[in-house]
């Protein structure tokens, strides 16, 4: 059902009493909309004409999407390169791998960076997802300098006349500022080499808020560029989406639903709006 269907069938019902209006607010917050976004949406139904609801709520949450350009960056005259980036076991592997997939079925040439050196089987499972995708994936040993397998990487691409670099990242945040100064090497060495156009931080879905107070603590650190929501396909909830973009003010670019290599989509905010509020 609709997340905002309980709200509009209320209002056409006729006159919510205030345990009604309770109700309406509780699910909206259990939808991981937030609660001051949940709060402003009751007070402008209140407002409201009711056959003037689904027009005003969509509105609303339209307003709250980003505006930023939600396609992934494209320069075709040379390499366009994607750092992802976020914290641990959000899906960065998987993404990555999800991204190649996605442009190779566009016939991109790429090469995938594994950045990620901290454990072994961080840089294999990058290898592994390699071969299933008929990608080169440039790696180091494991504990080595990620910043050297990036710059290794970028090196590779540009040699190889690659049109998209992606370069998977460690997120294990038990010092936040040693992630930080890590990511921000990867960064520079790339940039002796190419341009890094797109940094995609990835978030896992079914962490709602906590997933959204996390991206804002990346955000403050790394000058990301978009979303990946990861897991959507679990137990996250219709709001989030919604919630992240107002909260970041950066576009939701791809969504992922599923473990395989095609579960995976760019995010379309008029589909997921219309999704919300059309029942
Ligand atoms: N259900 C589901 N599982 C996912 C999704 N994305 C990643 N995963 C799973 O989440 C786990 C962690 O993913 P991984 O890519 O290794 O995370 P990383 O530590 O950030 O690199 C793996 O078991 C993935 O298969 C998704 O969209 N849906
Ligand atoms: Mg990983």
Redesign the pocket.
């Known amino acids: 059902m609709a997340l905002f269907s309980k709200l509009f069938s209320k209002l056409r019902g006729g006159s919510p009493s205030s345990a009604d209006w309770e109700e309406i607010e509780r699910s909206l917050i259990e939808s991981d909309l937030g609660a001051t976004n949940s709060a402003e949406i009751i007070a402008l139904a209140k407002k409201v004409k009711a056959d003037e609801i689904e027009q005003s709520v969509s509105e609303a949450l339209t307003g709250w999407l980003s505006r930023a350009p939600r396609s992934l960056a494209s320069h075709p005259e040379r390499i366009t390169t994607v750092l992802v980036v976020?914290?641990?076991?959000?899906?960065?592997?998987?993404?990555s791998a999800k991204l190649v997939s996605l442009l190779k079925s566009q016939n991109r040439k790429i090469v995938l960076g594994a950045a990620?050196t901290f454990r072994a089987a961080?840089i294999e499972?990058l290898q592994t997802w390699g071969e299933r995708l008929d990608v080169p994936v440039v790696a180091g040993v494991a504990n080595g300098d990620p910043a050297s397998v990036a710059f290794d990487a970028a090196t590779k691409a540009k040699g190889d006349g690659a049109d998209y670099l992606i370069i998977?990242t460690a997120?294990r945040l038990h010092t936040k500022s040693g992630l930080m100064d890590e990511l921000g090497k990867v960064r520079r060495v790339i940039e002796k080499v190419t341009p890094v156009d797109e940094v995609l931080l990835?978030v896992d879905a079914t962490t709602g808020q906590n997933g959204i107070a996390q991206a804002k603590t990346f955000i403050e650190s790394v000058a990301v560029t978009g979303l990946i929501l990861?897991?959507?396909?679990?137990s996250a909830k219709g709001g989030i989406a919604l919630a992240i973009e107002r909260e970041t003010g950066l576009p939701v670019k791809f969504v992922?639903?599923?473990?395989g290599a095609g579960?995976?989509a760019p995010f379309d905010s008029t589909a997921y709006v219309n999704g919300l509020t059309q029942s």
């Open positions: 976020g914290v641990n076991g959000t899906g960065k592997t998987t993404s990620d961080a499972q998977d997120g990835v990861t897991k959507m396909d679990g992922g639903t599923g473990e579960d995976f």
